[in-house]
């Protein structure tokens, strides 16, 4: 049985990763550390990042808001002593990074590509909790915006790079399009959906920052039908995110095109999540007599 | 910590939207200490989706005691539980309290915040009666509730020989007002250079207002914060609290869930 994908030249031994700020080595003890397929860190900026106010965390009907803000103590930090953290990781590490605009980009992808241990990077081009200077907004919500950021890192590194895109856009299509003519090795699909919740005894919203992301099995449906469409425009790989909580969850992202996925808030339910979710795809691969997982992406039957 | 799956020995009803549920787990009973929390999944199902951090209330040679107020869905669904069932735990989580040897401790509650102060009680009880230097330390321990019946845990404090003084909101038991009231009435003769630590643990305002009491009485003091969180464990970074320290965030769940009353950001 072959459960092994490649995207770019990052090659994994299994298609479930961790998305990027749900999962730390606080949960080394708790989830085990070789199962992965790749680890995808928590976001990076240039400079530190205090993040926002509380509540950062709203919980929801099956899914949960947040407004973290990408609090972060920056490249030097990350460089000096978080990524130590990570060496007894075996799995392939994928650094997640944010500027404000191309340039900051850029030169965190440069320094990050000269790290033996940094194999891949996903840009976070659609945090919904900041403002990005480039475009005032998200740089995922406007396809110049990500082509342009995207062509700089491309433009600046060899390693594989992963452009995570927002689900709040007319068209997901249109800006992974605009990712894969910019040099994108991949498109991470998706990010949170913008949202919010109210207490109505106080009339407050329940986020500090008001609005946050929504994640978890709420926006499964949502995240499945963007890499669908996705899936039919582009020919670089997908990496299906959005609420994957088991491997029925994981495969269906695959049979509608994704090559790999990541594993995020089932991980704060259930630290196990990953391991079980690679478990339960190759009980589903025996039973379905699949030998090879690639076989599965985009396999979806219509008609 | 571990995650663990532990075997609910009982879930009563205490009060009125008040349970205390005792787990079996050799492993928590033994790593357990005063302050530390567990993450508690409530339903099998992914709604309520997150889990419930909920504070050990005794910690017993077997298992430890969770002690908390029915104030939402997934706390509905944990009190409807039964003896027998398994619970999905993480933990032990946090840092728990620092047990200063004081000539007094102040253990101030609020609400559902006297869920940790029995424990706590226990251990400074346990350790005064094992460092012979401190025979005269004594626990003074203020309960502040809504109304009476709310009023959580007297006896055992009781039995526990501490000096136990009540606050209600309504005026139903004790001192009718607020628990912070009773502190700073207790306070008024202390001498300063007593030796005393103030441990508190309820709602903001409360922990705000003995911080603020404990600072102008030059005493130290413990305050066991909350806050919403996701994962329990430091990773997501949803549970911060802001501190003096150029105006950074901790993290309630790793960081804390007690800090030096200084060291916060009221």
């Known amino acids: 049985m072959n459960l092994s994908v490649k995207i770019g030249n990052l090659k994994l031994k299994n298609p479930v990763m961790v998305a990027s700020g749900t999962w730390g080595i606080e949960y080394e003890e708790l989830s085990g550390l070789d199962n992965l397929g790749a680890t995808v860190l928590k976001t990076i900026t240039l400079k530190k990042r205090t993040g926002n106010p509380a509540p950062r965390i709203a919980e929801t009907a099956s899914g949960m808001l947040n407004s973290i803000g990408l609090e972060n103590k920056g490249l ?228 | 910590m571990k995650q663990l799956k532990a075997k609910i020995l009982s879930n009563d009803k205490v009060a009125e939207d008040f349970y205390r549920m005792r787990i079996e787990s050799a492993y928590l009973a033994k790593n357990t200490k005063p302050g530390q929390f567990v993450e508690v999944r409530c339903a099998d199902d992914v709604d309520p989706l997150l889990r419930r951090p909920l504070g050990a209330h005794r910690i017993s040679p077997g298992g430890i005691d969770i002690l908390y107020e029915v104030v939402g869905k997934g706390t509905e669904i944990l009190a409807r539980k039964k003896k027998g069932e398994d619970l999905d735990v993480i933990g032990p989580l946090g840092n728990g309290f620092e047990i200063n040897n004081s000539e007094a401790s102040v253990l101030v509650a609020g609400g559902i915040g006297v869920a940790p102060m029995l424990t706590l009680a226990e251990s400074i009880g346990h350790q005064v009666t094992r460092s012979p230097g401190h025979q005269k330390s004594k626990i003074h321990v203020i309960i502040g509730a809504k109304t009476k019946s709310n009023i959580l845990c007297e006896k055992e404090f009781k039995n526990l020989k501490c000096n136990v003084r009540v606050a209600t909101e309504d005026g139903s038991k004790g001192h009718k007002g607020l628990a912070t009231d009773v502190l700073k009435k207790l306070l008024v003769t202390w001498q300063p250079g007593n030796l005393a630590t103030i441990y508190a643990c309820g709602p903001t305002g409360m922990l705000k207002a003995v911080a603020a009491i404990a600072k102008d009485k030059n005493i130290p003091c413990q305050v066991s914060l909350e806050e919403r969180m996701a994962c329990g464990v430091g990773v997501c970074l949803g549970c911060p609290v802001k501190v003096k320290t150029n105006h950074e965030y901790k993290m309630v769940c790793k960081d804390g869930p007690v800090f030096d009353a200084e060291e916060i950001s009221w």
């Not at chain 1, 191309?102 to 940094?118: M, P, Q, W």
């Not at chain 1, 020919?235 to 695959?254: K, L, N, Q, R, S």
């Not at chain 1, 090879?292 to 396999?299: E, H, K, N, R, T």
Request: net charge positive.
């Open chain 1, 76 to 303: 030097e930090d990350f460089i000096k002593n978080k990524l130590p953290l990570f060496d007894k990781v075996s799995s392939p590490l994928v650094a997640s990074i944010a500027g404000d605009d191309d340039v900051e980009f850029k030169e965190l992808a440069v320094r990050l590509s000269r790290i033996k241990r940094v194999d891949a990077l996903e840009l976070n081009l659609s945090c919904p909790n900041i403002k990005y200077g480039l475009n005032g907004g998200l740089i995922a919500h406007d396809a110049k915006a990500t082509y342009k950021v995207v062509k700089a890192v491309r433009g600046a590194t060899p390693i594989t790079v992963i452009a995570k895109l927002s689900p709040n856009v007319t068209s997901v299509a249109e800006i992974a399009k605009a990712a894969e003519a910019a040099g994108a090795d991949a498109v991470a699909l998706t990010n949170t959906f913008i949202g919010m919740a109210v207490d109505i005894d106080t009339k407050r919203p329940k986020l500090g920052n008001v609005t946050g992301g929504l994640s978890g099995p709420a926006i499964k449906p949502l995240s499945l039908r963007a890499v669908w469409e996705a899936y039919k425009e582009i020919g670089i790989p997908i990496v299906g995110i959005g609420g994957i909580m088991d491997a029925a969850d994981a495969i269906e992202f695959m049979l509608c095109g994704a090559r790999a996925v990541q594993v995020g808030t089932a991980n704060f339910v259930n630290p196990k999540a990953p391991a079980e979710i690679v478990s339960g795809i190759k009980k589903y691969m025996t039973g379905h007599k699949i030998k090879d997982i690639s076989s599965l992406v985009g396999a979806l039957k219509l008609g």
